[in-house]
Nanobody, 126 residues
Framework: VQLLESGGGLVQPGGSLRLSCAAS????????MSWFRQVPGKERELVAA????????SYGDSVKGRFTISRDNAEATVYLHMYSLKPDDTAVYYC????????????????????WGQGTQVTVSS
């Protein structure tokens, strides 16, 4: 399994950013995918998760209404669309693969993840 994130960077408060995660090494459309984030000294937290077909979603409370997760199964890619960014959104963002075949759970938990990307830094600052 390989998960390769891209799209991170520096953005001003109120701005937008789109993260991408290119997946390989498994049958992408059989697994839920998710994004988590982590700030140094804090626990990793769920940002958003998406079922294998995109029909079901789960979001962390701090991003509801501002972030949207989507996927392109033909391209084996999952996206995180981030809007109205705040300084508190500054973190390393990780793409993750669910461990269970054709399964979904909401709320979504980190314990369901079996593979992680290397992470991409998002910094929200003026």
């Amino acid at each position: 399994v390989q998960l390769l994130e891209s799209g991170g960077g520096l953005v001003q408060p109120g701005g937008s950013l789109r993260l991408s995660c290119a997946a390989s090494g498994f049958t992408f459309n059989n697994y839920a995918m998710s994004w988590f984030r982590q700030v140094p000294g804090k626990e990793r937290e769920l940002v958003a998760a998406l079922s294998k077909d995109g029909a079901d979603q789960s979001y962390g409370d701090s991003v509801k209404g501002r972030f949207t997760i989507s996927r392109d199964n033909a391209e084996a890619t999952v996206y995180l669309h981030m809007y109205s960014l705040k300084p508190d959104d500054t973190a390393v963002y990780y793409c993750a693969k669910d461990r269970y075949f054709r399964s979904w759970q909401s709320p979504y938990f980190e314990a369901r993840v079996d593979s992680w990307g290397q992470g991409t830094q998002v910094t929200v600052s003026s």
